[in-house]
């Protein structure tokens, strides 16, 4: 007796579109769970560079890219503490400012800027301001007193250094 090959029924033909579905269905979450997780990451980074970066000081505005801007300061002459009999200091300087807008505050605030400077000038004795040294204490001196807000709780103003034009004491 011969035995007929009977064609056997597809063994697994449901099987290939199950596990054609799987593999859609792993790629799919796959490629889902991976922009997820690089969004949160990226997201998680800025936060954590934002923290790390250093807090810039509030000013008015950026500074823009382009020519210093300057601000001229009428001369001071002052009478400073004694030493040796009287002595007076003449000085004239500029401040080097971020902005435009910053000359427009120095000079509206210009009696309040003479005050403070005045004030610290007529402090000085002549041996401490004759040397180079002195001399670059002193421009320090004057920076931070043209930086510091005209306003309470204002803001600082933009101004980035102090540059003398004229430097006499007699």
């Keep these: 007796m011969k035995a007929e090959a009977k064609p056997e029924a597809p063994v697994g033909g449901g099987s290939k579109k199950k596990l054609i579905i799987i593999i859609i269905a792993v790629l ?10 690089f969004m949160l990451n990226k997201h998680g980074d800025d936060e954590h560079a934002e923290e790390d970066a250093p807090k810039p ?13 300057y601000a001229p300061v009428e001369p001071f002459t002052v009478n400073l ?3 040796n009999g009287e002595q007076y200091l003449q000085l004239a300087f500029t401040l080097q400012v ?7 505050v120095v000079k ?8 403070r400077i005045l004030l610290l000038l007529s402090s000085k004795r002549a ?21 510091a807000p005209f306003e309470t709780n ?9 540059l003398f034009t004229s430097f006499i004491i007699q």
């Design 28 to 37: 799919v979450l796959a490629i889902g769970g991976g922009g997820a997780w």
């Design 57 to 69: 000081k509030k000013t008015r505005k950026a500074k823009p890219a382009g020519p210093p801007v």
């Design 81 to 83: 503490q004694p030493e």
């Design 98 to 104: 971020g902005s435009l807008e910053e000359v427009e």
């Design 108 to 115: 509206t605030n210009m009696p309040k800027l003479r005050s």
């Design 127 to 147: 041996s401490e301001i004759n040397t180079p040294e002195g001399k670059q204490a002193l421009s320090q001196e004057i920076l931070e007193q043209a930086k």
């Design 154 to 162: 204002g803001l600082p103003q933009d101004v980035t250094e102090v």
